[in-house]
Protein backbone atom coordinates (compact mmCIF):
# COMPACT_ATOMS: atom_id res chain seq x y z
CA UNK A 1 0.00 0.00 0.00
CA UNK A 2 1.20 3.24 -0.78
CA UNK A 3 2.31 5.90 2.00
CA UNK A 4 -0.29 8.10 2.93
CA UNK A 5 -0.41 10.74 6.11
CA UNK A 6 -3.44 12.30 7.50
CA UNK A 7 -3.65 14.45 10.71
CA UNK A 8 -4.57 10.95 12.60
CA UNK A 9 -4.06 8.13 10.24
CA UNK A 10 -0.24 7.09 9.02
CA UNK A 11 0.80 4.26 6.11
CA UNK A 12 4.49 3.70 5.76
CA UNK A 13 6.14 0.52 5.31
CA UNK A 14 3.07 -1.36 5.50
CA UNK A 15 2.73 -0.18 8.35
CA UNK A 16 -0.81 1.15 9.96
CA UNK A 17 0.07 4.04 12.89
CA UNK A 18 -2.69 6.26 14.85
CA UNK A 19 -2.28 9.32 16.79
CA UNK A 20 -3.11 8.05 19.87
CA UNK A 21 -5.87 11.04 20.76
CA UNK A 22 -6.14 9.57 24.60
CA UNK A 23 -2.60 11.61 24.57
CA UNK A 24 -3.64 14.41 23.49
CA UNK A 25 -3.31 17.79 23.70
CA UNK A 26 -0.35 16.84 26.26
CA UNK A 27 1.08 14.81 24.04
CA UNK A 28 1.76 13.08 20.15
CA UNK A 29 2.04 9.99 20.17
CA UNK A 30 1.49 7.88 17.36
CA UNK A 31 1.04 3.86 18.25
CA UNK A 32 0.88 0.82 15.96
CA UNK A 33 -1.82 -1.01 14.99
CA UNK A 34 -1.04 -3.63 12.38
CA UNK A 35 -3.67 -6.60 14.19
CA UNK A 36 -7.09 -6.91 14.43
CA UNK A 37 -6.83 -7.33 18.37
CA UNK A 38 -4.59 -4.08 18.22
CA UNK A 39 -6.55 -1.79 16.06
CA UNK A 40 -9.98 -2.94 17.83
CA UNK A 41 -8.15 -2.18 21.13
CA UNK A 42 -7.10 1.33 20.26
CA UNK A 43 -11.16 1.68 18.66
CA UNK A 44 -12.40 0.37 22.39
CA UNK A 45 -10.35 2.64 24.12
CA UNK A 46 -10.96 5.73 21.80
CA UNK A 47 -7.06 6.26 20.52
CA UNK A 48 -9.07 6.13 17.70
CA UNK A 49 -12.41 7.82 17.51
CA UNK A 50 -14.39 9.41 15.01
CA UNK A 51 -16.86 8.49 13.29
CA UNK A 52 -15.51 8.40 9.87
CA UNK A 53 -11.79 7.79 11.12
CA UNK A 54 -13.03 4.68 12.88
CA UNK A 55 -13.52 2.98 9.33
CA UNK A 56 -10.93 4.44 7.48
CA UNK A 57 -8.64 2.73 10.05
CA UNK A 58 -10.70 -0.54 9.59
CA UNK A 59 -10.25 -0.55 6.05
CA UNK A 60 -7.04 0.28 5.66
CA UNK A 61 -5.89 -2.41 7.97
CA UNK A 62 -7.80 -4.86 6.06
CA UNK A 63 -6.15 -3.89 3.19
CA UNK A 64 -2.50 -4.29 4.50
CA UNK A 65 -3.26 -7.54 6.29
CA UNK A 66 -4.84 -8.67 2.05
CA UNK A 67 -1.21 -7.52 1.44
CA UNK A 68 0.66 -9.48 4.08
CA UNK A 69 -1.41 -12.69 2.69
CA UNK A 70 -4.12 -13.46 4.68
CA UNK A 71 -6.57 -16.12 2.82
CA UNK A 72 -9.76 -14.94 1.85
CA UNK A 73 -11.63 -16.75 5.04
CA UNK A 74 -9.21 -14.73 7.38
CA UNK A 75 -9.99 -11.43 5.85
CA UNK A 76 -13.82 -11.77 6.22
CA UNK A 77 -13.44 -12.84 9.80
CA UNK A 78 -11.20 -9.82 10.53
CA UNK A 79 -13.79 -7.34 8.85
CA UNK A 80 -16.52 -8.98 10.99
CA UNK A 81 -14.42 -8.65 14.08
CA UNK A 82 -13.96 -4.93 13.28
CA UNK A 83 -17.38 -4.09 12.21
CA UNK A 84 -18.49 -5.44 15.91
CA UNK A 85 -16.01 -2.84 17.56
CA UNK A 86 -18.25 0.49 17.82
CA UNK A 87 -21.87 -0.34 17.04
CA UNK A 88 -23.25 3.17 16.65
CA UNK A 89 -21.14 4.81 14.13
CA UNK A 90 -22.47 3.56 10.76
CA UNK A 91 -19.40 5.00 8.70
CA UNK A 92 -17.52 2.17 9.96
CA UNK A 93 -20.64 -0.59 8.59
CA UNK A 94 -20.93 1.50 5.54
CA UNK A 95 -16.92 1.32 4.71
CA UNK A 96 -17.14 -2.62 5.60
CA UNK A 97 -19.51 -3.27 3.72
CA UNK A 98 -17.64 -1.92 0.41
CA UNK A 99 -14.51 -3.48 1.28
CA UNK A 100 -16.51 -7.23 1.96
CA UNK A 101 -17.80 -6.50 -2.09
CA UNK A 102 -13.88 -5.68 -3.08
CA UNK A 103 -13.36 -9.22 -1.25
CA UNK A 104 -15.48 -10.99 -3.11
CA UNK A 105 -13.22 -10.06 -6.09
CA UNK A 106 -10.95 -12.88 -7.96
CA UNK A 107 -8.00 -10.46 -7.41
CA UNK A 108 -8.91 -9.32 -3.70
CA UNK A 109 -5.61 -8.20 -2.74
CA UNK A 110 -5.45 -5.47 -4.86
CA UNK A 111 -8.93 -4.66 -5.01
CA UNK A 112 -9.08 -4.19 -1.26
CA UNK A 113 -5.86 -1.94 -0.92
CA UNK A 114 -7.28 0.27 -3.95
CA UNK A 115 -10.74 0.41 -1.70
CA UNK A 116 -9.20 1.00 1.23
CA UNK A 117 -7.31 4.20 -0.33
CA UNK A 118 -10.11 5.14 -2.51
CA UNK A 119 -11.90 5.54 0.17
CA UNK A 120 -9.15 7.75 1.98
CA UNK A 121 -9.47 10.03 -0.92
CA UNK A 122 -13.09 10.36 -1.16
CA UNK A 123 -13.49 11.53 2.49
CA UNK A 124 -11.48 14.27 2.26
CA UNK A 125 -12.74 15.28 -0.76
CA UNK A 126 -16.50 14.98 1.27
CA UNK A 127 -14.94 16.94 4.11
CA UNK A 128 -13.86 19.43 1.84
CA UNK A 129 -18.07 19.66 0.15
CA UNK A 130 -18.73 19.85 3.74
CA UNK A 131 -16.61 23.24 4.17
CA UNK A 132 -18.16 24.69 1.38
CA UNK A 133 -21.60 23.65 1.83
CA UNK A 134 -21.80 24.64 5.36
CA UNK A 135 -19.72 28.13 5.59
CA UNK A 136 -22.34 29.45 3.43
CA UNK A 137 -24.41 29.66 6.29
CA UNK A 138 -22.48 31.32 8.68
CA UNK A 139 -22.76 34.99 8.86
CA UNK A 140 -19.76 37.76 9.67
CA UNK A 141 -19.14 38.24 13.34
CA UNK A 142 -21.01 34.63 14.51
CA UNK A 143 -20.25 32.79 17.79
CA UNK A 144 -20.66 29.01 17.00
CA UNK A 145 -21.28 26.59 19.75
CA UNK A 146 -19.72 23.12 19.31
CA UNK A 147 -19.86 19.53 21.11
CA UNK A 148 -17.05 17.06 20.99
CA UNK A 149 -14.82 16.86 18.31
CA UNK A 150 -15.57 16.69 14.51
CA UNK A 151 -12.54 17.90 12.87
CA UNK A 152 -9.43 16.64 11.33
CA UNK A 153 -8.74 14.08 13.82
CA UNK A 154 -12.23 12.33 13.57
CA UNK A 155 -11.67 12.68 9.74
CA UNK A 156 -9.23 12.20 6.76
CA UNK A 157 -10.04 15.89 5.76
CA UNK A 158 -10.47 19.10 7.23
CA UNK A 159 -13.10 17.52 9.19
CA UNK A 160 -16.86 18.11 9.24
CA UNK A 161 -18.68 20.60 12.08
CA UNK A 162 -15.23 21.82 12.27
CA UNK A 163 -13.95 22.22 8.90
CA UNK A 164 -17.04 24.36 8.53
CA UNK A 165 -16.22 26.56 11.33
CA UNK A 166 -12.53 27.01 10.04
CA UNK A 167 -13.67 27.46 6.60
CA UNK A 168 -16.07 30.25 7.78
CA UNK A 169 -13.22 31.48 10.10
CA UNK A 170 -10.95 31.54 6.93
CA UNK A 171 -13.54 33.75 5.32
CA UNK A 172 -13.46 36.27 8.48
CA UNK A 173 -17.34 35.32 9.71
CA UNK A 174 -16.47 33.46 13.04
CA UNK A 175 -15.87 35.91 16.15
CA UNK A 176 -16.16 33.19 18.49
CA UNK A 177 -16.39 29.31 19.28
CA UNK A 178 -17.94 27.99 22.64
CA UNK A 179 -16.15 24.76 23.06
CA UNK A 180 -18.14 22.09 24.76
CA UNK A 181 -16.03 19.81 27.20
CA UNK A 182 -17.92 17.11 26.31
CA UNK A 183 -17.98 14.98 29.15
CA UNK A 184 -17.32 12.18 30.62
CA UNK A 185 -14.50 11.88 28.29
CA UNK A 186 -13.57 15.81 27.45
CA UNK A 187 -13.53 15.30 23.69
CA UNK A 188 -14.47 18.87 23.38
CA UNK A 189 -11.54 19.96 26.14
CA UNK A 190 -8.88 17.80 24.91
CA UNK A 191 -9.23 17.51 21.17
CA UNK A 192 -11.15 20.48 19.67
CA UNK A 193 -9.56 23.45 22.03
CA UNK A 194 -6.03 21.85 20.35
CA UNK A 195 -7.32 21.42 17.11
CA UNK A 196 -9.00 24.99 17.27
CA UNK A 197 -5.52 26.67 18.87
CA UNK A 198 -3.74 25.00 16.15
CA UNK A 199 -5.90 26.50 13.58
CA UNK A 200 -5.96 30.25 15.08
CA UNK A 201 -9.46 30.18 15.88
CA UNK A 202 -11.16 31.98 18.58
CA UNK A 203 -12.15 30.05 21.55
CA UNK A 204 -13.53 29.65 24.66
CA UNK A 205 -14.03 26.58 26.46
CA UNK A 206 -16.86 25.60 28.94
CA UNK A 207 -18.51 23.12 30.84
CA UNK A 208 -21.56 21.25 29.16
CA UNK A 209 -23.78 22.85 31.36
CA UNK A 210 -23.14 26.71 30.76
CA UNK A 211 -24.28 26.39 27.05
CA UNK A 212 -28.00 27.11 28.44
CA UNK A 213 -26.73 30.57 30.56
CA UNK A 214 -24.81 31.54 27.49
CA UNK A 215 -27.80 31.28 25.27
CA UNK A 216 -29.73 32.83 27.18
CA UNK A 217 -27.62 35.65 27.56
CA UNK A 218 -27.69 35.67 23.18
CA UNK A 219 -23.96 34.74 23.11
CA UNK A 220 -24.55 32.05 20.83
CA UNK A 221 -25.83 32.34 16.83
CA UNK A 222 -25.73 29.09 15.70
CA UNK A 223 -24.87 25.07 16.96
CA UNK A 224 -23.30 22.85 14.87
CA UNK A 225 -22.30 19.38 15.48
CA UNK A 226 -21.01 16.17 13.92
CA UNK A 227 -22.79 12.62 13.50
CA UNK A 228 -22.50 9.30 13.89
CA UNK A 229 -25.53 8.20 12.44
CA UNK A 230 -28.51 9.55 10.24
CA UNK A 231 -31.89 7.45 10.31
CA UNK A 232 -33.85 7.62 6.98
CA UNK A 233 -35.93 10.39 9.30
CA UNK A 234 -33.36 12.38 10.18
CA UNK A 235 -32.92 11.70 13.22
CA UNK A 236 -29.41 11.77 14.26
CA UNK A 237 -27.38 9.79 16.73
CA UNK A 238 -24.11 11.66 18.18
CA UNK A 239 -22.28 11.93 20.84
CA UNK A 240 -23.66 12.36 24.49
CA UNK A 241 -25.40 15.81 25.30
CA UNK A 242 -25.98 16.91 21.45
CA UNK A 243 -29.87 16.62 22.43
CA UNK A 244 -29.78 18.68 25.27
CA UNK A 245 -28.14 21.31 22.80
CA UNK A 246 -31.07 20.94 20.28
CA UNK A 247 -33.40 21.25 22.75
CA UNK A 248 -31.74 24.13 24.08
CA UNK A 249 -31.24 25.71 20.77
CA UNK A 250 -34.57 25.48 20.20
CA UNK A 251 -35.85 26.72 23.08
CA UNK A 252 -33.36 29.83 22.41
CA UNK A 253 -35.13 30.36 18.66
CA UNK A 254 -31.45 29.11 17.61
CA UNK A 255 -30.28 27.45 14.27
CA UNK A 256 -28.82 24.02 14.94
CA UNK A 257 -26.96 22.01 12.55
CA UNK A 258 -25.66 18.32 11.95
CA UNK A 259 -22.52 17.88 9.50
CA UNK A 260 -21.98 14.60 7.99
CA UNK A 261 -20.73 13.46 5.09
CA UNK A 262 -22.88 10.31 3.03
CA UNK A 263 -21.37 7.85 4.99
CA UNK A 264 -23.12 8.49 7.94
CA UNK A 265 -26.25 7.74 6.27
CA UNK A 266 -28.13 4.90 7.58
CA UNK A 267 -31.39 4.99 5.30
CA UNK A 268 -31.86 1.64 6.27
CA UNK A 269 -32.44 2.65 9.99
CA UNK A 270 -36.21 4.20 9.96
CA UNK A 271 -36.01 6.42 13.06
CA UNK A 272 -33.46 7.05 16.09
CA UNK A 273 -35.37 4.80 18.21
CA UNK A 274 -33.81 2.06 15.66
CA UNK A 275 -30.26 3.20 16.26
CA UNK A 276 -28.24 0.77 18.75
CA UNK A 277 -26.20 3.22 21.31
CA UNK A 278 -23.43 2.19 22.72
CA UNK A 279 -23.27 1.87 26.44
CA UNK A 280 -19.28 2.51 28.09
CA UNK A 281 -17.90 1.61 30.90
CA UNK A 282 -18.39 2.53 34.23
CA UNK A 283 -15.17 4.34 35.09
CA UNK A 284 -15.57 6.95 32.60
CA UNK A 285 -18.08 8.40 34.86
CA UNK A 286 -16.57 7.53 37.84
CA UNK A 287 -13.73 9.42 37.66
CA UNK A 288 -11.11 10.11 34.93
CA UNK A 289 -8.11 8.86 33.57
CA UNK A 290 -5.05 10.30 31.57
CA UNK A 291 -1.29 11.61 30.60
CA UNK A 292 -2.17 12.70 34.25
CA UNK A 293 -2.62 9.26 36.12
CA UNK A 294 -5.82 8.51 37.05
CA UNK A 295 -8.57 9.65 40.06
CA UNK A 296 -11.58 8.66 41.12
CA UNK A 297 -14.32 10.59 42.21
CA UNK A 298 -17.59 8.20 42.83
CA UNK A 299 -18.19 5.84 45.36
CA UNK A 300 -16.63 2.64 45.04
CA UNK A 301 -20.11 0.41 44.66
CA UNK A 302 -21.70 3.60 42.32
CA UNK A 303 -24.25 2.48 39.87
CA UNK A 304 -23.44 3.92 36.39
CA UNK A 305 -25.36 4.80 33.44
CA UNK A 306 -23.14 5.59 30.84
CA UNK A 307 -24.26 5.78 26.64
CA UNK A 308 -22.14 7.80 24.39
CA UNK A 309 -24.69 8.77 22.46
CA UNK A 310 -27.90 10.50 22.42
CA UNK A 311 -30.30 10.99 19.58
CA UNK A 312 -31.46 14.52 18.91
CA UNK A 313 -35.08 13.95 16.96
CA UNK A 314 -35.15 15.23 13.28
CA UNK A 315 -37.77 17.98 14.55
CA UNK A 316 -35.04 20.39 16.29
CA UNK A 317 -32.48 20.33 13.48
CA UNK A 318 -32.86 23.25 11.33
CA UNK A 319 -30.35 21.83 8.26
CA UNK A 320 -27.96 18.39 7.87
CA UNK A 321 -25.30 19.73 6.16
CA UNK A 322 -23.77 16.49 3.76
CA UNK A 323 -21.27 16.90 0.99
CA UNK A 324 -23.98 16.80 -1.48
CA UNK A 325 -25.19 20.37 0.08
CA UNK A 326 -27.65 21.34 2.52
CA UNK A 327 -30.88 19.50 3.09
CA UNK A 328 -33.83 20.94 4.91
CA UNK A 329 -36.31 19.90 7.03
CA UNK A 330 -38.91 19.71 4.36
CA UNK A 331 -36.70 17.72 2.20
CA UNK A 332 -35.63 15.43 4.88
CA UNK A 333 -39.81 14.85 5.22
CA UNK A 334 -39.92 13.43 1.56
CA UNK A 335 -37.56 10.97 1.93
CA UNK A 336 -34.48 12.70 1.02
CA UNK A 337 -32.24 10.16 3.32
CA UNK A 338 -34.93 7.18 3.30
CA UNK A 339 -34.01 3.99 0.43
CA UNK A 340 -34.38 4.56 -3.20
Not at 23 to 29: D, W
Not at 261 to 268: A, F, S, V
Not at 274 to 302: K, L
Request: glycine letters at 8%.
Amino acid sequence: MQTLQTTSLRVRDNQLFILDQQALPQEVKWLEANSVPSLVDHILTLRVRGAPLIGLSASLLLGLLAERGLSRDELLAALETLRASRPTAVNLMNNLDRMRLALQQEAFVPALVAEAQRLVDEDKRLCERIAEAGSALVAPGSRLLTHCNTGGLATAGVGTALGVINRAHRQGNVANVWVDETRPLLQGGRLTAWELGELGVPYQLITDSMAAGLMAQGQVDAVWVGADRIAANGDVANKIGTYSLAVLAKFHNIPFYVAAPRTTLDPHCPNGAAIPIEQRAAVEVTGAAGSFGSVRWAPQDARVYNPAFDVTPAELITGWVLDSGVAGPEAVRAGAFAVG
